[in-house]
């Protein structure tokens, strides 16, 4: 990738240049960059620091006493100045606060083990992901009080004493390591930088825009919400048309009011006035915003922070399903990473990813797309666009998963965790999700109309397209996290929590073919023992858990690329079959009973007529997740960044 990623979400490192705990050729700054973490030169400017076991210089003290985690490595106790606990000494932070003390450990290999999860109480977060604890190579032993606690214990020598623990430095977090820094450490080490590392001060960028405070745009919202009510299910007002008229009066003088502030939609706008105009002097009928349509073209400016006012006629897709006039003020994303990856093998000329700034009630809903096919027209033009809300899809991605995670007691890998803080680092994975996700739709090998337009199918058979478009996403994610690419992982992340999480309890239990990909992801993993629920707590096996989602993917590939050969009814049950392999079906089905019993001599129809609503229910574990998590779900209607 072209372009350096400096984008403030990502947490600022400061390195003691000291660095002789770093062995073997580890280089810290490249498992840093490589996830586009921030190397600084200043302590100051650091969210966290990173330092060996001498007292801590002054400036990185003061950093830590301003709020920036603290790292510290122990390469040789007989280095240390001074207890463990005197990282505190000095005027700025008290003696002893972080309740730790080194020892030499015994001469001889002893193994390590991860502190017993459900003794963990005060950490919520998988400090050992990816870690191979069978080539970490212990330094030193601890000695612990409160509030310090352990994270690795040794399994010879001293069992059960501490080599690892995490710990509090006043409001900052403290991660101390007396364990080898060498090639293999690096997972842990990173890990480490990333527990350890406070909120990025950044955050999240204001993106109340001062246009939403505008007068002409308060009466336009005012005036589509009176007009609402007088329309129709197909937009048309079949009275009150006096009052209709009044009120496209006032839409129409906000609009050209408001379109000095987007002249880059002079023309959309001057068309939508045109058109609101000639649907009132026609009488109110079916609308027809076909004009302003065609002359609306977000993709072709693509710049991020882009705004755009959008007014059209429309359903809007899981929201409202009548043509009410809505209007929305939306602001594009497009960060400099997403454009390096569309300019390059991932081009979607079609693709807007865009945040709400403000919006009328059809999108106070649980809608996240703007799709062209929504808006009431004369005829259907050849699309050139579609734009999907990410701040919508990121905050509800962030409320559910992390109430999830909460209520299964999963503990998360810190990076993950941290893309569950920040809106708008999950903006942008969202964003690069979306990226890959929707051109998928129209490569690969496709034995029928990708997007299924008016196909009236089994809705399994949308399952596996959709799961099949974001495993794709997964897929790719997982090469361009090998080339340097920092949100790479953070997709990865993002797939796999929606889909096991979200996708498979929103909704209601009728066709719900996205709810049904959320269940068959889970099972998958879960049948091919990377994830587990024991205990009562879910644990992900995060060295493993890759390549059976990779694989995953290629047997829906591999269907697809079967059925170019097969008659549709024949690519049916082989789907159906894929599915139901691994999801149990409903013991009523008579899919399930084979194909002798299935109408195989009739129109297809049939076949689609005998699948159940609900085809394959929750399992047990989804319904009791389903009881406590659906309130989350449902209060995430409407919800922006």
Same mark, same amino acid.
């Given at each position: ?142 000695? @612990?009080?409160?509030? $310090?606690?352990? +994270?690795? %214990?040794? *399994?010879?020598?001293?069992? /059960?004493? #501490?080599?690892?623990?995490? &710990? ?100 959309? @706008?001057?068309?939508? $006035?045109?058109? +609101?105009? %000639?649907? *009132?002097?026609?009488?109110? /009928?079916? #609308?027809?915003?076909?004009? &302003? ?349």
């Amino acid at each position: 990738m072209a372009r350096e990623v400096n984008m403030t979400q990502f947490p600022r490192v400061w390195l003691d240049r000291n660095k002789s705990w770093a062995k073997d050729g580890f280089v810290p700054e490249e498992v840093l960059a490589h996830r586009g973490y921030v190397v600084v030169d200043d302590p100051a400017r650091a969210d966290v620091v990173v330092a060996g076991s001498a007292p801590l210089a002054a400036p990185a003290a003061q950093a830590v006493s301003a709020g920036a985690g603290l790292v510290l490595l122990i390469d040789s106790v007989e280095d240390l100045a001074a207890p463990l606990g005197g990282i505190a000494a000095g005027d700025l932070l008290p003696t002893g606060s972080a309740g730790l003390s080194a020892d030499p450990r015994e001469p001889g290999d002893a193994g390590l083990h991860p502190q017993h999860g459900n003794a963990r109480t005060e950490i919520d977060e998988d400090l050992l992901a990816r870690t191979d604890l069978d080539r970490l190579r212990p330094l030193a032993t601890l000695t @612990l009080t409160d509030p $310090a606690a352990p +994270l690795l %214990r040794l *399994s010879g020598g001293r069992p /059960g004493a #501490p080599v690892a623990a995490t &710990s509090v430095v006043g409001s900052s977090r403290l991660v101390v390591l007396a364990v080898a820094m060498d090639p293999s450490s690096g997972d842990l080490f990173f890990n480490a930088v990333s527990y350890a590392a406070r909120p990025t001060t950044a955050g999240r960028r204001a993106h109340r825009s001062p246009i939403i405070e505008h007068p002409s745009w308060l009466d336009l919202k005012s005036a589509v919400g009176d007009l609402r009510p007088l329309q129709a299910k197909d937009g048309s007002v079949p009275e009150n048309k006096t009052q209709a008229a009044t009120l496209i009066q006032r839409i129409v003088a906000a609009v050209e009011q408001l379109a000095p502030e987007f002249p880059h939609d002079a023309d959309y @706008l001057a068309a939508c $006035a045109k058109d +609101l105009t %000639r649907w *009132s002097d026609s009488g109110f /009928g079916v #609308p027809d915003f076909l004009d &302003s349509l065609l002359a609306f073209h977000p993709e072709a400016d693509r710049v991020d922070g882009r705004a755009h006012l959008v007014l059209f006629p429309m359903y809007t897709q899981n929201g409202n399903p009548d043509r009410n006039v809505e209007a929305v003020l939306i602001e594009v994303i497009w960060p400099d990473f997403v454009a390096d990856l569309e300019a390059g093998e991932y081009s979607n000329k079609m693709f807007v990813p865009i945040r709400f700034l403000d919006f009328t009630p059809g999108y106070d809903t649980n809608s996240a797309v703007l799709f062209p096919e929504t808006i009431a027209m004369r005829e259907v033009p050849k699309f050139s666009w579609g734009a999907i809300f990410a701040d919508r899809e990121a905050a509800r991605f962030r409320a559910v998963v992390s109430s999830a995670a909460e209520i299964t007691r999963l503990a998360l890998p810190p990076d993950a965790a941290r893309l569950l803080q920040d809106q708008e680092l999950a903006e942008q994975t969202f964003v690069m999700w979306d990226l890959i996700h929707d051109r998928t739709h129209m490569h690969g090998d496709l034995p029928f109309d990708p997007f299924m337009i008016k196909q009236r199918m089994p809705f399994f058979l949308y399952t596996l397209e959709e799961l099949r478009c974001d495993l794709t996403a997964f897929r790719e994610s997982v090469k361009l996290e090998r080339a340097g690419v920092p949100h790479a992982r953070l997709v990865q992340y993002a797939i796999l929590f929606d889909r096991i999480f979200r996708f498979a309890i929103t909704g209601s239990r009728v066709r719900n073919y996205d709810g049904l990909g959320g269940q068959l992801l889970f099972a998958w993993l879960h049948q091919h023992h990377v994830l587990h629920w024991t205990d009562n707590r879910l644990t992900i096996d995060w060295t493993e858990v890759t390549e059976p989602v990779l694989e995953l993917g290629r047997q829906i590939e591999h269907l697809y690329w079967q059925s170019i050969d097969r008659s549709k009814t024949a690519h049916w049950l082989a789907a159906y079959q894929l599915v139901s392999g691994t999801v149990a079906p409903n013991p009523s089905s008579t899919w399930a009973k084979g194909p002798d019993a299935l109408p195989l001599d009739g129109p297809v129809r049939g076949l689609t007529d005998a699948v159940l609503p609900d085809e394959f229910p929750l399992s047990m574990f989804y319904e009791a997740l389903n009881r406590k998590l659906a309130p989350v779900v449902s209060a995430t209607a409407g919800i922006t960044g």
